[in-house]
């Protein structure tokens, strides 16, 4: 019996193969895929919005298959499906047949991804979501001509490979299909809604906040929630009713912006880019205004530590404490972060997992889902 786990793990350094994945598929399938299934990108709130209308779709009794990424604590999670558990290991044979024919290698993304569309069309469920990994043009969820797609917003992030500024970031994500009828967008800039409109000229393009006088402000986490009730009124034309609506508030998405303590409060937050971090001290300041945090941070790797450190040391009612060295996978090496602080004569901590979930002040874990995931690992 393979094991699957160890099957991924062997394609963890590829993703490079997005102009052969589509033929894995019959011209059927890629049109059931193009019509069931919803993008979501954007730099940030992409799971989240994607984990709400899943939880909405279910409440409405809709046969619905969620991708996400990346995972906190197992693969499995990346996979969902509201009717079925899922048979990871069952197309084992199917993809190394595929892999043979090709001459290709695929990576752990794809590997998933393409599970994730099988099992869609396989179990024949009504709705498909899928959040995109980097970017969308050439992100390997673009694989699928979607018809419809949702832009949660537009930040600083990948810029290696995305572009250098906001509008290159913002041509990446809405090209992630040349076949879109709708764009629901989220938070979005008005001098970045007028490139959209120019870009996709044959598209219908909705605005959250120009149709939903009423969404939040000050809580992103309840502008997410109604990013995704927007979105399944704009795309399935329904209505949600309250009593729905009240019950999807209630939802927790694992990471992001968690609340796992009340007295002190502890958030398991994995915000990773300066967006991120702007975003959630927004919503700490309007929900926490006068509490003091002990800020627990790790980065991954090629993250922009300067911008964050930065932002961080301008911020009165937080102290900062750097995750130790080998604390979860691809981290920064604490002396960037370290060193930078000691040259501008900031007062810090070197601190570990531990410690936060040992600690009695109110503190927040920040800076990469993967830290977040080795928290849930050891302590969950």
Do not use: W
Not at 127 to 136: K, Q, R, Y
């Amino acid at each position: 019996m393979i094991d699957f786990e160890k099957f991924l793990n062997d394609r963890i350094n590829n993703n490079k193969n997005l102009e052969n994945l589509s033929s894995f598929f019959t011209t059927d399938e890629l049109s059931q895929l193009s019509d069931k299934a919803i993008s979501i990108v954007g730099t940030n709130a992409k799971t989240s919005t994607a984990n709400y209308i899943y939880q909405v779709l279910s409440e409405l009794g809709i046969k619905t298959l969620i991708f996400t990424s990346p995972h906190l604590i197992s693969y499995e999670e990346r996979i969902q499906s509201n009717q079925h558990e899922i048979n990871h290991s069952q197309y084992i044979e199917e993809i190394k047949e595929f892999e043979e024919k090709k001459s290709i290698n695929l990576g752990y993304f794809e590997t998933l991804f393409l599970i994730a569309c099988k099992t869609f069309i396989e179990e024949k469920l009504d709705i498909f979501i899928v959040e995109a990994g980097i970017g969308g043009r050439l992100d390997t969820t673009s694989m699928i001509d979607f018809k419809n797609v949702i832009l949660t917003n537009i930040g600083y992030d990948h810029q290696d490979i995305l572009g250098e500024t906001l509008e290159d970031i913002l041509y990446e994500k809405i090209k992630i299909s040349n076949k879109i009828d709708n764009l629901i967008c989220g938070d979005i800039a008005s001098e970045h809604k007028e490139f959209i409109s120019k870009e996709l000229k044959d598209a219908s393009i909705s605005f959250l906040d120009e149709n939903n006088n009423k969404s939040n402000k000050e809580d992103f986490r309840l502008k997410n929630i109604d990013l995704a009730i927007f979105s399944i009124n704009k795309i399935l034309g329904k209505e949600i009713k309250s009593e729905t609506i009240s019950k999807i508030k209630e939802y927790k998405v694992q990471g992001r912006f968690e609340i796992i303590n009340n007295n002190p409060v502890k958030i398991l937050d994995g915000a990773h880019n300066i967006s991120g971090f702007e975003t959630l001290f927004k919503n700490l300041n309007n929900l926490y205004k006068d509490i003091h945090f002990q800020c627990y941070l790790g980065l991954k790797k090629g993250k922009e530590f300067q911008k964050i450190l930065d932002f961080l040391i301008k911020k009165e009612n937080n102290t900062i404490n750097i995750i130790e060295d080998n604390s979860f996978y691809n981290q920064m090496s604490s002396k960037y972060l370290t060193s930078y602080l000691k040259e501008r004569n900031i007062n810090f901590e070197l601190s570990t997992i531990e410690k936060f979930h040992l600690s009695k002040e109110h503190c927040i874990l920040i800076g990469s889902l993967y830290l977040i995931g080795e928290y849930k690992k050891e302590f969950k």
